[in-house]
């Protein structure tokens, strides 16, 4: 049985009223936990700003069994801009297709599927089929030297190889686990100002060699092994890498983890909150100037 699990991927977004609903009413997710900070993260969970900031994790059920995704906003942040680096999350889910038509929301159609897009840009790959287990089925991420990257993903990170085609692979830690695709695109991977990160639990005990093997492999550490803490919430211990395109990954400890997130039933509630009490959109509109750009 691995000892790894995949936890979730990171966005950055610049409006959270239009996000929400968009979880909410298209993807039919629900809000899981919302955190307010008064200062950046230590390991740079919001990216490279030291300002205020929320973090919302959003998905089909509790983060013990299901992939889900952490959006982050940072107060004063209108915009980020997209690079080439995230490919796009698949569901199963024939609801959200339905959702969207019900609502008159963009639907571009991608062979059997669809594609849903946020409304920060990030594409979501919809199968209209129902699963058992978790409607989130794979996370794609670019690649310019993909079997470079299968023996990052597989030899550093412990990770099984699933399949392999000439530009694609498939890879992950357990047969019922959301999955990790590798697409080759041919051309330099450019993260831009939205990118994201990529984050995965493993026993405490297990940070230190991970963070050895990654130094005696010579890759990149952004962040070596520190604890971070939540307000009133588990304390968990955290190592930041990056992968050859400059992937950011998340090795947190699953102790910590799992007592850090913990469903809050007045997580819509909190959400709301932060939306309501938030009136930089009506400051800058009173001003007739746009928020910053990330």
Known sequence: M???RALHFVFKVGNRTETAKFYREILGMKFLRH??????????CNGPYDGRWSKSMVGY??????????????????TYQLGNDFRGITISSPSAVANANKQGYPIVQDGDNHVLTSPDGYKFHIISQEVKGDPVQMVTLASSDLQKSV?????????????????????????NQCKLQLLDIGVPVDHATAYGRIAFSCPESELPEIEKRMKEADQKILTSLISLDTPG?????????????GHEICFVGDTGFRDLSQVDPTANQLLNKGIEE?????????????????
């Open 151 to 175: 023996d990052y993903w597989t030899k550093l990170c412990g990770m099984t190889l699933y399949s392999r085609g000439d530009n694609s692979a498939v890879l992950g830690y357990d047969d």
């Open 2 to 4: 691995a000892t790894k």
């Open 35 to 44: 955190e307010e900070f008064d200062k950046g993260c230590d390991a740079a």
């Open 61 to 78: 059920g509790p983060e013990d069994n299901h992939f889900v995704v952490e959006l982050t906003y940072n107060y004063g942040v209108g």
């Open 278 to 294: 938030d009136k930089s959109d009506e400051w800058f509109k009173k001003k007739g100037i746009s928020k910053a750009s990330g």
């Open 233 to 245: 919430k588990a304390t968990v211990q955290v190592v930041i890498l990056a992968d050859p395109d």
